[in-house]
């Protein structure tokens, strides 16, 4: 059994807005659309999510991975992401690949709020362990661990970029969105009220 890791950090400043992105980090299923395309995304219950991610090549073998995610929203707008499960489909004469693949995901992301912006700080971990048919098993652990390595952070970083650029353009139009409705409901709030003067 062969294990994989790598992580990432992620540091992004969000242009404060008239409704702070605490509120909006406070629906989970926002950044899981801002992860991966929306079309891949299962829900499986109370902020648990399933990821169908694209087909992958690793190591010459064509994998597609699916994933369970918990994500949770927390008070002061610190989400938390963890795998809850996982499996993967490849091809049928591998099938002691998929029997043993195991993926543990785990990140965060908190906001910091400043005068002019906050500041998203996060970070992710991947880890997946399988069993590596011959003759990929015998190549150098050196080699492996390098190739492996740079699979997961071309994930983490697909994510990452994925954050950067959807999740500030979501939350733009979360709040555009919000504050129209507002101003739709404000007149009829005050239709047919008695001005008293």
């Not at 992958?56 to 008070?75: C, K, M, N, W, Y």
């Not at 195991?102 to 500041?119: I, N």
């Not at 950067?164 to 007149?187: G, H, K, T």
Request: charge should be neutral; aromatic fraction near 8%.
């Amino acid at each position: 059994m062969k294990e994989f890791h790598a992580s990432q950090t992620l540091c992004l400043r969000v242009p404060n807005e008239a409704i702070p992105i605490e509120h909006y980090l406070r629906q989970p299923q926002r950044l899981v659309q801002a992860i991966t395309d929306p079309r891949r995304i299962e829900v499986l219950g109370e902020g648990v999510y399933r990821l169908s991610l694209r087909p992958l090549q690793f190591f010459g073998i064509s994998i597609e991975p699916t994933a369970d995610l918990q994500v949770r929203s927390h008070s002061d707008g610190t989400l938390t992401l963890e795998s809850v499960g996982c499996q993967v489909k490849g091809p049928d004469y591998l099938s002691f690949v998929n029997d043993s693949f195991g993926m543990a995901l785990k990140g965060t992301l908190t906001p910091h709020r400043e005068t002019t912006y906050t500041e998203l700080r996060g970070w992710a971990d991947l880890r997946i362990q399988l069993e590596l048919p011959p003759p990929i098993s015998f190549m150098p652990t050196s080699v492996l661990d390098r190739t492996g390595k740079t699979f997961l952070s071309g994930i983490l970083t697909t994510i990452k970029y994925r954050i950067e650029r959807q999740l500030i353009e979501d939350y733009r139009a979360w709040v555009a969105a919000n504050q129209a409705q507002l101003q739709v409901s404000a007149p009829s709030a005050l239709h047919g009220r008695t001005v008293q003067g």
